[in-house]
């Protein structure tokens, strides 16, 4: 009866992804993520809670009437969604130039160790 002998345990998915994990590529890549997230979270949060403190201390300045009908509390509610839309353009944006290429990179660090 004849073995052979592969040379050890054929390597697992777990193994491949735990190396990519510790990568620098990898590190690079969640450091460029935190960098875009954590402050546009922070400013939009800051944003948000300006209109809610305003919406419930400054009555007098929020209701002052703009054009017609529509107030200074409007305008903030409405630019909400503005700020939301404006935010993820400049996601996607940042995306695309800064985090794609390093994704894209270890990607095909992965792919080439399982072919």
């Known amino acids: ?32 993520l935190r960098r875009f997230v954590f402050p546009m979270t922070a400013v939009f ?19 002052t009437k703009v054009v017609g009908n529509i107030n200074v509390g409007l305008i903030f509610g409405l630019l909400q969604f503005v700020s939301t839309f404006v935010i993820t353009g400049l996601y996607v944006r940042y995306a695309n130039r800064k985090l794609d290429p390093v994704a894209e990179k270890i990607r095909e660090d992965i792919e080439k160790e399982q072919a």
Request: charged share 25%; net charge negative.
């Open 45 to 63: 949060l800051l944003w948000y809670l300006l209109y809610v403190l305003l919406a419930d201390y400054a009555h007098g300045f929020m209701s």
């Open 1 to 32: 009866m004849s073995t052979t002998d592969t040379g050890g345990p054929p390597e697992t998915s777990e193994t491949i992804w735990e190396r990519a994990h510790e990568s620098t590529e990898f590190r690079e890549l969640r450091s460029r």
